[in-house]
């Protein structure tokens, strides 16, 4: 059974710090592009994060570039999102999603999901 599966979220306060994991099963991983998408209430499913199977290109949305660091362990089948700097604007539900042929900012387009995890900002 291909299964994603999100962890790490919670409460932090401004400028903290989480790093969001997603485990991945039933599927090879590396075999796949990784994006990290949020969606917050009210508001529709943004990508956030991408890196590309074949050369671990990492692609960022403008407002989180510099903050956010997207990596994989190939071994552990595993990516994760390093968030740093946080801020409210930053608060979602964040999803971790596999597509086979290239990133993409459309969610429609990945074949795998997981069930996302909540961030929340706030002091």
């Known amino acids: 059974q291909v299964r994603l599966v999100e962890s790490g979220g919670g409460l932090v306060q401004p400028g903290g710090s989480l790093r969001l994991s997603c485990a991945a099963s039933g599927f090879t991983l590396e075999y796949y592009n990784i994006g990290w998408f949020r969606q917050a209430p009210g508001k529709e499913r943004e990508g956030v994060s991408c890196?590309?199977?074949?050369?671990?290109?990492?692609y960022y949305l403008d407002s989180v570039k510099g903050r956010f660091t997207l990596s994989r362990d190939n071994a552990k089948n595993t990516v994760y999102l390093q968030m740093n700097s946080l801020k409210p604007e930053d608060t979602a539900v964040y999803y971790c999603a596999a597509i086979f042929w290239n990133c993409a900012q459309t969610p429609g387009d990945y074949n795998y999901w997981g069930q996302g995890t909540q961030v929340t900002v706030s002091s």
């Open positions: 890196v590309s199977k074949l050369d671990d290109t990492t």
